[in-house]
C-alpha cells in the first residue's frame, strides 16, 4: 500500500501537477509519524503511512509555498478540511491533489488502513464518510447532563489547565486568520495572560470561531500539552449546527457558502422570548 | 448580618440602531416604566454584535444580556438580522454547555415602534435572569491566579 502512496507522489511530481506533496515520514518514536514536504521525486521513499499518521495536514494548505500546487495525503477529515478551505476562498481546488487513507482505529498499531479512490476534491463527494465518534457523543451528552453549576466547574478546570501557546490554533487548518482577536490590542477583548478569564474568553472564542467549520480532525487536541478537551467543544458546536442547519462542515459543495455566512428566509428562531 | 436587599439584576442590552433603539427611545418619550436593570449598548446592526461582547459583557458583571434588532426583513441593511438569527441559534448552547443558564440569555426582534414590547422584553428578560439570581462565575475568575503562582 505505501508503494502506491509514494508511486502516486512520484506521479504527481512528475507529471509537475504538484510541487510538493505533503505526506508524513517517521518521526523518532514508533509511534509517532511526522510531516514530510516532498519536493523532489527522489524523496518519495521516506513516505510512510500507519494508523500514527494522524491527519491534520490540511493546516499547511494555507501556508504561501504550499498553496501553489500540493497533493497532500489526507484523512476524510483532511478532505472535509480542504474543501472548507476551498469554499472559504483560501485555496482553489486546481490547486489540490489528495491521496486519500482511511484508519479504521488511529494511534492503534493494529489499526486497519484502507487508500481511498480518487484524486481531485471533487472526487470525493461521497466517500468522505466520517464514522460517528460515539465516545465523544456520550461524552457531550454526560456533560449537558450535568447541573450548570458542574459544567462551569468541568470547564473551569479544564480551562485553567491553558498555558495559551496556541498550540491549538497553530495545529487548526481553519485557524489561517493572518491576525487573531486573540492577537488584538485595541482593543482587547481576549486577555493575552495564562489566567482563568483570559483562558474562558479564548476557549470559548476559539471553539466559536471553528463552529460550522470544524471537521473534528482533532489536531488542536492532539497539538494541547495540557490536555484540554477542545473536541468537545467542537463536537458539541458541530452537533449543535448539524441538528439546526442540517449542515456539516466539509460535505457541501464549494460554491456553497459556509453556515454563518448564508441564512433562509425560514430559519427557525424558536430560541427568541417575545416579551 | 445578611443582606436582605433585593437581587437587581444587571442586564447588558446589545440592540441595533434602527430598530430597537428607536423602539427603547420610544417606551422612554412615551414614559413607559419598566424595570432599570438594562444598559443599552447601541450598535449598527445585529448582524454587528459579535458573540465576544457578550463574553466581555459578562466578564465585567453583566448577570444577562438581551440581543435585540430588527424584524427579519426590516433589517436597514436588507440581511444583518438573517446572519444575526443563525449565530445566535447556535451560540447559546455554547454558553450552556460551560455552565452559563438560558435564562440569562434573551434574543428577540424590537421595532421601531415597539415601544410596549421593548418593555416588555426588559421586563421578562429582569424576571428570567432573577430566576437563576446574580452570574457568580466571572468574578472569581478575575482574581485567581494561575496554578503555583502562590507558591513563588
Same mark, same amino acid.
Given at each position: %500500500?505505501?508503494?502506491?502512496?509514494?508511486?502516486?507522489?512520484?506521479?504527481l511530481?512528475?507529471s509537475?501537477?504538484?510541487?510538493?506533496v505533503?505526506?508524513?515520514?517517521?518521526?523518532?518514536?514508533? +509511534?509517532l509519524?511526522?510531516?514530510?514536504?516532498?519536493?523532489?521525486?527522489?524523496?518519495?521513499?521516506?513516505?510512510?503511512?500507519?494508523?500514527?499518521?494522524?491527519?491534520?495536514?490540511?493546516v499547511?494548505?494555507?501556508?504561501?509555498?504550499?498553496?501553489?500546487?500540493?497533493?497532500?495525503?489526507?484523512?476524510?477529515?483532511d478532505?472535509?478540511?480542504?474543501?472548507?478551505?476551498?469554499?472559504?476562498?483560501?485555496?482553489?481546488?486546481?490547486n489540490?491533489?489528495?491521496?486519500?487513507?482511511?484508519?479504521?482505529?488511529?494511534?492503534?498499531?493494529?489499526? +486497519?488502513i484502507?487508500?481511498?479512490?480518487?484524486?481531485?476534491?471533487?472526487?470525493?463527494?461521497?466517500?468522505?464518510? /466520517?464514522?460517528?465518534?460515539?465516545?465523544?457523543?456520550?461524552?457531550?451528552?454526560?456533560? %449537558?447532563? %450535568?447541573?450548570?453549576? +458542574?459544567?462551569?466547574?468541568? #470547564?473551569?478546570?479544564?480551562?485553567?489547565?491553558?498555558?495559551?501557546?496556541?498550540?491549538?490554533?497553530?495545529?487548526?487548518? %481553519?485557524?489561517? /486568520?493572518?491576525e487573531?482577536?486573540?492577537?488584538?490590542?485595541?482593543?482587547?477583548w481576549i486577555?493575552?495572560?495564562?489566567?482563568?478569564?483570559?483562558?474562558?474568553?479564548?476557549?470559548?472564542?476559539?471553539? #466559536?470561531?471553528?463552529?460550522?467549520r470544524?471537521?473534528?480532525?482533532?489536531a /488542536?487536541?492532539?497539538? /494541547?500539552?495540557?490536555?484540554?478537551?477542545?473536541?468537545?467543544?467542537?463536537?458539541?458546536?458541530?452537533? +449543535?449546527?448539524?441538528?439546526?442547519?442540517?449542515?456539516?462542515?466539509?460535505?457541501g459543495?464549494?460554491?456553497?457558502?459556509?453556515?454563518?455566512?448564508?441564512f433562509k428566509?425560514?430559519?427557525?428562531?424558536?430560541f427568541?422570548?417575545?416579551? | 448580618?445578611?443582606?436582605?436587599?433585593?437581587?437587581?439584576?444587571?442586564?447588558?442590552a446589545?440592540?441595533?440602531?434602527?430598530?430597537? @433603539?428607536?423602539?427603547?427611545?420610544?417606551?422612554?418619550?412615551?414614559?413607559?416604566? @419598566?424595570?432599570?436593570?438594562?444598559?443599552?449598548?447601541?450598535?449598527?446592526?445585529?448582524?454587528?454584535?459579535?458573540?465576544?461582547?457578550?463574553?466581555?459583557?459578562?466578564?465585567?458583571?453583566?448577570?444577562?444580556i438581551?440581543?435585540?434588532?430588527?424584524?427579519?426583513?426590516?433589517c436597514?441593511y436588507?440581511s444583518?438580522n @438573517? @446572519?444575526?438569527?443563525?449565530r445566535?441559534?447556535?451560540?447559546?448552547?455554547?454558553?450552556?454547555?460551560?455552565?452559563?443558564?438560558?435564562?440569562?440569555?434573551?434574543?428577540t *426582534?424590537?421595532?421601531?415602534s415597539?415601544?410596549?414590547? *421593548?418593555?416588555?422584553?426588559?421586563?421578562?428578560?429582569?424576571?428570567?435572569?432573577?430566576?437563576?439570581?446574580?452570574?457568580?462565575?466571572?468574578?472569581?475568575?478575575a482574581?485567581?491566579?494561575?496554578?503555583?503562582?502562590g507558591?513563588?
Amino acid at each position: %500500500m505505501i508503494d502506491t502512496v509514494r508511486s502516486r507522489a512520484a506521479e504527481l511530481l512528475k507529471s509537475g501537477e504538484v510541487s510538493v506533496v505533503v505526506g508524513y515520514r517517521e518521526g523518532r518514536r514508533r +509511534e509517532l509519524a511526522v510531516p514530510h514536504f516532498v519536493r523532489d521525486v527522489a524523496d518519495v521513499d521516506a513516505l510512510v503511512l500507519d494508523p500514527f499518521c494522524s491527519g491534520g495536514l490540511a493546516v499547511f494548505a494555507t501556508r504561501e509555498a504550499v498553496s501553489q500546487g500540493a497533493a497532500f495525503v489526507a484523512t476524510p477529515q483532511d478532505i472535509r478540511s480542504l474543501r472548507v478551505l476551498v469554499q472559504e476562498g483560501q485555496i482553489t481546488s486546481e490547486n489540490v491533489r489528495i491521496i486519500g487513507f482511511a484508519c479504521q482505529a488511529p494511534g492503534n498499531p493494529a489499526g +486497519e488502513i484502507r487508500l481511498l479512490e480518487g484524486s481531485r476534491l471533487e472526487d470525493f463527494d461521497n466517500v468522505i464518510e /466520517c464514522a460517528a465518534d460515539n465516545n465523544i457523543a456520550a461524552e457531550v451528552a454526560r456533560i %449537558m447532563a %450535568m447541573p450548570p453549576e +458542574e459544567r462551569w466547574r468541568f #470547564w473551569r478546570a479544564e480551562f485553567d489547565k491553558c498555558v495559551r501557546c496556541y498550540a491549538c490554533r497553530a495545529a487548526c487548518p %481553519m485557524c489561517y /486568520c493572518a491576525e487573531c482577536i486573540a492577537d488584538r490590542n485595541l482593543p482587547q477583548w481576549i486577555e493575552t495572560t495564562a489566567r482563568p478569564r483570559g483562558n474562558f474568553a479564548w476557549n470559548l472564542i476559539r471553539a #466559536w470561531h471553528l463552529a460550522g467549520r470544524c471537521t473534528l480532525c482533532g489536531a /488542536c487536541e492532539r497539538a /494541547c500539552s495540557e490536555g484540554i478537551k477542545l473536541t468537545l467543544l467542537n463536537a458539541m458546536l458541530a452537533a +449543535e449546527v448539524r441538528d439546526a442547519f442540517d449542515y456539516v462542515a466539509g460535505f457541501g459543495c464549494a460554491d456553497e457558502a459556509g453556515v454563518f455566512a448564508s441564512f433562509k428566509d425560514s430559519d427557525k428562531e424558536e430560541f427568541l422570548i417575545d416579551g | 448580618m445578611s443582606d436582605t436587599r433585593e437581587f437587581v439584576p444587571r442586564i447588558t442590552a446589545f440592540v441595533c440602531n434602527w430598530c430597537t @433603539y428607536a423602539g427603547a427611545d420610544l417606551a422612554g418619550t412615551t414614559r413607559l416604566a @419598566y424595570p432599570a436593570t438594562v444598559r443599552i449598548i447601541r450598535v449598527p446592526c445585529s448582524g454587528r454584535i459579535d458573540p465576544v461582547f457578550l463574553i466581555k459583557a459578562f466578564e465585567k458583571g453583566a448577570d444577562g444580556i438581551i440581543v435585540s434588532g430588527c424584524h427579519p426583513g426590516d433589517c436597514h441593511y436588507s440581511s444583518g438580522n @438573517y @446572519y444575526a438569527r443563525r449565530r445566535w441559534s447556535i451560540f447559546p448552547k455554547l454558553l450552556e454547555f460551560i455552565g452559563i443558564e438560558p435564562e440569562r440569555l434573551t434574543f428577540t *426582534w424590537v421595532s421601531a415602534s415597539e415601544a410596549r414590547k *421593548w418593555a416588555d422584553v426588559v421586563a421578562e428578560a429582569t424576571e428570567r435572569v432573577k430566576s437563576v439570581g446574580p452570574l457568580a462565575h466571572f468574578a472569581p475568575l478575575a482574581a485567581a491566579a494561575p496554578e503555583g503562582e502562590g507558591a513563588l
